[in-house]
């Protein structure tokens, strides 16, 4: 069980903020298709794309293991994780997932799904992102300041 004051108080999971957009997506394309690329080029670039996001997420569950700290971030974090992935960046999960969700709009081959990546990434910005770093913020204070001014957020 964790505390639920001693946590960044996300809204909801932060892969919801990426399956809305892919929703909305779909549907606009069911009523008005669109198409990226060819159908072989385009499953070829959605292939590569999703498979570039697994060494980000494998290598952000690995800190979180290697330190003994929830992944989850709604739930209350025991430790600043700085290394591994997180020496080059602050959110490697949530790079993983913008990779992946551009993956699949390829493999979809829709400009509408595309499209909303952007919609995507500005919700995970506001609504965990920067929940998590105020969080964080309050609660290692000089330790997590001095690794941002280090680590770049996305890459």
């Given at each position: 069980m964790?505390?639920?004051?001693?946590s960044a108080h996300l809204l909801a999971a932060p892969p919801f903020f990426f399956i809305i957009p892919l929703l909305v997506g779909a549907?606009?394309?069911?009523?008005?298709p669109t198409s990226l690329l060819a159908t072989v080029?385009?499953?070829?670039?959605?292939?590569?794309?999703?498979?570039?996001?697994?060494?980000?997420?494998i290598l952000s569950l690995k800190s979180f293991y290697k330190v003994k700290t929830t992944f989850d971030a709604r739930k209350t974090t025991t430790t600043l994780v700085t290394t591994g992935i997180y020496k080059i960046s602050r959110n490697p999960a949530?790079?993983?997932?913008?990779?992946f969700y551009i993956g699949l709009s390829f493999l979809i081959n829709s400009v509408w799904i595309l499209i909303l990546v952007?919609?995507?990434?500005y919700s995970v910005q506001k609504?965990?992102?920067?929940?998590e770093e105020k969080y964080l913020e309050s609660k290692f204070g000089s330790q997590y300041l001095n690794y941002k001014k280090k680590v770049r957020r996305w890459l």
């Open positions: 964790h505390n639920q004051k001693d549907i606009v394309e069911y009523f008005v080029p385009s499953i070829i670039i959605g292939l590569l794309f999703s498979w570039a996001s697994l060494p980000f997420i949530y790079l993983s997932l913008v990779l952007m919609a995507a990434i609504f965990c992102i920067e929940r």
